[in-house]
Protein backbone atom coordinates (compact mmCIF):
# COMPACT_ATOMS: atom_id res chain seq x y z
CA UNK A 1 0.00 0.00 0.00
CA UNK A 2 1.74 3.29 -1.03
CA UNK A 3 1.83 5.55 1.54
CA UNK A 4 0.48 9.12 1.87
CA UNK A 5 2.87 12.16 1.14
CA UNK A 6 4.00 14.36 4.18
CA UNK A 7 6.40 17.09 3.82
CA UNK A 8 7.92 16.56 7.38
CA UNK A 9 9.49 12.96 4.91
CA UNK A 10 11.57 15.68 2.68
CA UNK A 11 14.73 15.90 2.73
CA UNK A 12 15.84 19.07 4.60
CA UNK A 13 12.90 20.02 6.23
CA UNK A 14 13.80 19.48 9.66
CA UNK A 15 17.10 21.54 9.05
CA UNK A 16 14.67 24.84 7.46
CA UNK A 17 11.95 24.47 9.85
CA UNK A 18 15.15 24.88 12.96
CA UNK A 19 16.59 27.44 10.60
CA UNK A 20 13.11 29.38 10.34
CA UNK A 21 12.12 29.02 14.21
CA UNK A 22 15.84 30.72 15.12
CA UNK A 23 15.26 33.61 13.12
CA UNK A 24 11.71 34.04 14.24
CA UNK A 25 12.40 33.49 18.19
CA UNK A 26 16.55 34.15 18.35
CA UNK A 27 16.13 37.98 18.03
CA UNK A 28 13.41 37.89 20.56
CA UNK A 29 15.58 35.75 22.96
CA UNK A 30 18.59 38.09 22.53
CA UNK A 31 16.39 41.05 23.69
CA UNK A 32 15.21 39.90 26.16
CA UNK A 33 18.12 38.34 27.79
CA UNK A 34 19.94 41.58 26.91
CA UNK A 35 17.02 43.66 29.22
CA UNK A 36 18.65 42.13 32.23
CA UNK A 37 21.93 43.28 31.51
CA UNK A 38 23.66 44.99 34.18
CA UNK A 39 26.13 46.71 31.81
CA UNK A 40 24.94 49.97 29.79
CA UNK A 41 25.88 47.55 26.55
CA UNK A 42 23.12 45.74 24.26
CA UNK A 43 26.44 43.88 22.80
CA UNK A 44 28.47 43.08 25.97
CA UNK A 45 27.31 41.03 28.69
CA UNK A 46 28.10 42.15 32.35
CA UNK A 47 26.08 40.52 34.68
CA UNK A 48 22.42 39.74 35.25
CA UNK A 49 20.13 42.96 36.93
CA UNK A 50 17.42 44.48 37.12
CA UNK A 51 18.44 47.65 37.06
CA UNK A 52 17.23 48.79 33.38
CA UNK A 53 13.71 47.87 34.45
CA UNK A 54 14.26 50.24 37.31
CA UNK A 55 14.71 52.73 35.21
CA UNK A 56 12.19 52.36 32.70
CA UNK A 57 9.63 52.22 35.61
CA UNK A 58 11.25 55.78 37.19
CA UNK A 59 10.80 57.41 33.86
CA UNK A 60 8.28 60.01 33.37
CA UNK A 61 8.36 59.83 29.97
CA UNK A 62 7.88 56.37 29.26
CA UNK A 63 5.11 56.35 32.02
CA UNK A 64 3.57 59.27 30.16
CA UNK A 65 3.85 57.58 26.81
CA UNK A 66 2.62 54.10 28.08
CA UNK A 67 -0.44 55.70 29.37
CA UNK A 68 -1.45 57.52 26.21
CA UNK A 69 -0.28 54.30 23.84
CA UNK A 70 -3.30 52.23 25.79
CA UNK A 71 -5.50 54.84 26.19
CA UNK A 72 -5.41 55.42 22.25
CA UNK A 73 -5.33 51.62 21.54
CA UNK A 74 -8.14 50.64 23.91
CA UNK A 75 -10.19 53.28 22.04
CA UNK A 76 -9.60 52.89 18.89
CA UNK A 77 -9.84 49.20 19.11
CA UNK A 78 -13.55 49.74 20.67
CA UNK A 79 -14.34 51.74 17.78
CA UNK A 80 -13.11 49.63 14.97
CA UNK A 81 -14.43 46.24 16.20
CA UNK A 82 -17.34 48.21 16.60
CA UNK A 83 -17.60 49.65 12.82
CA UNK A 84 -16.19 46.22 11.51
CA UNK A 85 -19.04 44.14 13.58
CA UNK A 86 -22.06 46.06 11.59
CA UNK A 87 -20.07 46.06 8.57
CA UNK A 88 -19.22 42.71 8.74
CA UNK A 89 -23.64 42.24 9.34
CA UNK A 90 -24.20 44.26 6.46
CA UNK A 91 -21.97 42.22 4.07
CA UNK A 92 -23.10 38.82 5.56
CA UNK A 93 -26.62 39.14 6.92
CA UNK A 94 -28.78 40.59 4.40
CA UNK A 95 -29.63 39.41 0.81
CA UNK A 96 -27.59 40.15 -2.28
CA UNK A 97 -27.69 43.56 -3.37
CA UNK A 98 -26.40 45.73 -6.52
CA UNK A 99 -22.34 47.33 -4.91
CA UNK A 100 -22.50 44.20 -2.07
CA UNK A 101 -18.09 42.90 -3.61
CA UNK A 102 -17.49 46.65 -4.14
CA UNK A 103 -18.36 47.23 -0.57
CA UNK A 104 -16.51 44.38 0.44
CA UNK A 105 -13.65 45.35 -1.50
CA UNK A 106 -13.68 48.81 -0.69
CA UNK A 107 -13.52 48.02 3.23
CA UNK A 108 -10.33 45.46 2.31
CA UNK A 109 -8.31 48.22 0.38
CA UNK A 110 -6.71 49.69 2.98
CA UNK A 111 -4.91 46.45 3.72
CA UNK A 112 -3.54 46.34 0.11
CA UNK A 113 -2.23 50.69 0.45
CA UNK A 114 0.94 50.88 1.69
CA UNK A 115 0.89 52.44 5.25
CA UNK A 116 3.18 55.46 4.48
CA UNK A 117 0.43 56.51 1.88
CA UNK A 118 -2.37 55.91 4.15
CA UNK A 119 -0.15 57.91 7.08
CA UNK A 120 0.74 60.82 4.43
CA UNK A 121 -2.94 61.01 3.58
CA UNK A 122 -3.87 61.43 6.90
CA UNK A 123 -1.44 64.07 7.91
CA UNK A 124 -3.31 66.12 4.77
CA UNK A 125 -6.60 65.93 6.10
CA UNK A 126 -5.70 66.35 10.06
CA UNK A 127 -3.56 69.52 9.15
CA UNK A 128 -6.58 70.81 7.42
CA UNK A 129 -8.95 69.86 10.19
CA UNK A 130 -6.26 71.76 12.71
CA UNK A 131 -5.91 75.06 10.92
CA UNK A 132 -10.16 74.96 10.61
CA UNK A 133 -11.03 73.90 14.23
CA UNK A 134 -7.71 75.04 16.31
CA UNK A 135 -8.32 71.42 18.06
CA UNK A 136 -4.85 69.08 18.27
CA UNK A 137 -5.59 66.62 21.02
CA UNK A 138 -5.65 63.18 20.96
CA UNK A 139 -9.13 62.68 18.91
CA UNK A 140 -7.06 63.00 15.60
CA UNK A 141 -4.50 60.30 16.77
CA UNK A 142 -7.75 57.80 17.91
CA UNK A 143 -9.93 58.62 14.42
CA UNK A 144 -6.03 57.91 12.39
CA UNK A 145 -5.49 54.60 14.52
CA UNK A 146 -9.77 53.43 13.61
CA UNK A 147 -9.59 53.97 10.19
CA UNK A 148 -6.11 51.66 10.22
CA UNK A 149 -7.25 49.05 12.18
CA UNK A 150 -10.80 48.57 11.00
CA UNK A 151 -10.12 46.24 7.86
CA UNK A 152 -8.06 44.02 10.20
CA UNK A 153 -11.05 43.42 12.69
CA UNK A 154 -13.56 43.33 9.89
CA UNK A 155 -11.83 40.30 8.74
CA UNK A 156 -12.02 37.83 11.59
CA UNK A 157 -15.91 38.92 12.26
CA UNK A 158 -16.45 38.47 8.44
CA UNK A 159 -15.35 34.99 8.17
CA UNK A 160 -17.23 34.00 11.73
CA UNK A 161 -19.87 35.09 10.66
CA UNK A 162 -19.66 33.14 7.40
CA UNK A 163 -18.56 30.18 9.04
CA UNK A 164 -21.67 29.99 11.88
CA UNK A 165 -24.40 27.61 11.19
CA UNK A 166 -27.68 29.82 10.06
CA UNK A 167 -30.27 27.31 12.14
CA UNK A 168 -30.43 28.91 15.38
CA UNK A 169 -30.95 32.27 13.69
CA UNK A 170 -33.39 30.98 11.57
CA UNK A 171 -35.24 29.24 14.52
CA UNK A 172 -35.53 32.21 16.40
CA UNK A 173 -37.08 33.93 13.55
CA UNK A 174 -39.35 31.29 13.35
CA UNK A 175 -40.45 31.54 16.50
CA UNK A 176 -41.13 35.63 15.85
CA UNK A 177 -38.33 37.06 17.73
CA UNK A 178 -37.47 40.60 16.63
CA UNK A 179 -33.83 40.85 15.10
CA UNK A 180 -32.33 42.96 17.86
CA UNK A 181 -33.04 40.43 20.52
CA UNK A 182 -31.85 37.73 18.03
CA UNK A 183 -28.68 39.05 17.51
CA UNK A 184 -28.30 40.39 21.10
CA UNK A 185 -28.97 36.20 22.37
CA UNK A 186 -28.45 34.24 19.24
CA UNK A 187 -25.59 35.81 16.71
CA UNK A 188 -24.00 37.74 19.42
CA UNK A 189 -22.61 35.01 21.42
CA UNK A 190 -21.48 32.92 18.80
CA UNK A 191 -20.00 35.45 17.33
CA UNK A 192 -18.03 36.44 20.59
CA UNK A 193 -14.89 34.58 19.54
CA UNK A 194 -14.16 36.61 15.96
CA UNK A 195 -15.20 40.11 18.22
CA UNK A 196 -12.26 38.56 20.59
CA UNK A 197 -9.98 38.26 18.00
CA UNK A 198 -10.59 41.27 16.06
CA UNK A 199 -10.43 43.47 18.99
CA UNK A 200 -6.93 42.13 20.33
CA UNK A 201 -5.97 42.41 16.77
CA UNK A 202 -6.89 46.17 15.92
CA UNK A 203 -5.91 47.03 19.78
CA UNK A 204 -2.06 45.47 18.93
CA UNK A 205 -1.71 47.07 15.93
CA UNK A 206 -2.89 50.53 17.15
CA UNK A 207 -0.42 50.29 20.04
CA UNK A 208 2.71 49.01 17.82
CA UNK A 209 2.03 51.65 15.05
CA UNK A 210 4.92 54.13 14.42
CA UNK A 211 4.49 55.31 11.01
CA UNK A 212 0.96 56.66 10.91
CA UNK A 213 1.37 57.88 14.58
CA UNK A 214 4.46 59.64 13.42
CA UNK A 215 2.72 61.56 10.86
CA UNK A 216 -0.73 62.46 12.56
CA UNK A 217 0.50 63.19 16.27
CA UNK A 218 1.24 66.70 17.25
CA UNK A 219 3.46 68.34 19.83
CA UNK A 220 3.94 66.26 23.32
CA UNK A 221 1.76 63.42 22.04
CA UNK A 222 4.55 60.14 21.48
CA UNK A 223 3.15 56.64 22.43
CA UNK A 224 5.58 54.33 23.32
CA UNK A 225 6.71 53.49 19.89
CA UNK A 226 7.46 56.73 18.62
CA UNK A 227 9.23 57.83 22.69
CA UNK A 228 11.32 54.26 21.64
CA UNK A 229 12.14 55.18 18.29
CA UNK A 230 13.48 58.88 19.09
CA UNK A 231 15.48 57.53 21.94
CA UNK A 232 17.01 55.13 19.12
CA UNK A 233 17.98 57.60 17.31
CA UNK A 234 20.20 59.20 20.11
CA UNK A 235 21.66 55.69 21.50
CA UNK A 236 20.38 52.50 22.48
CA UNK A 237 20.44 51.34 25.70
CA UNK A 238 19.18 48.23 27.70
CA UNK A 239 16.15 50.08 28.61
CA UNK A 240 14.39 49.73 25.42
CA UNK A 241 15.42 46.17 25.63
CA UNK A 242 13.40 45.89 29.09
CA UNK A 243 10.54 48.12 27.66
CA UNK A 244 10.16 45.69 24.63
CA UNK A 245 10.34 42.78 27.20
CA UNK A 246 7.33 44.37 29.44
CA UNK A 247 5.73 44.68 25.99
CA UNK A 248 6.19 41.28 24.93
CA UNK A 249 4.94 40.16 28.39
CA UNK A 250 1.92 42.06 28.18
CA UNK A 251 1.20 40.40 24.57
CA UNK A 252 1.81 36.84 25.95
CA UNK A 253 -0.94 37.73 28.46
CA UNK A 254 -3.40 39.08 25.97
CA UNK A 255 -2.90 36.07 23.57
CA UNK A 256 -3.62 33.62 26.58
CA UNK A 257 -6.47 35.32 27.74
CA UNK A 258 -7.85 35.54 24.58
CA UNK A 259 -7.20 31.70 24.17
CA UNK A 260 -9.06 30.87 27.27
CA UNK A 261 -12.41 32.85 26.89
CA UNK A 262 -12.56 31.93 23.30
CA UNK A 263 -12.26 28.23 23.98
CA UNK A 264 -14.93 28.22 26.46
CA UNK A 265 -17.15 30.43 24.56
CA UNK A 266 -16.78 27.71 21.32
Known sequence: MRKGFSVRHQPGFTAIAIACFALLYLPVVTLVVYAFNSAPSVAAWGGFSLH???VALTNSDVIDASVRSFQIATVAATLATVFATMAALATTRTRRYRGQTFIYAFINQPLMV????TAVALLIIVAQLKAVTGYSGLGYLIAAHTAFCIP?????IRARLENMDLSLERAAADLYAKPLYTFRRVTLPLL?????GAFMLAFVLSLDDVVITEFVKSGGQDTLPTYMLGQIRRGITPEMNAISTAFLLLSVVIVTLFFVVSRKRT
Open 192 to 196: WPGIL
Open 152 to 156: FAYLP
Open 114 to 117: PEIV
Open 52 to 54: WFE
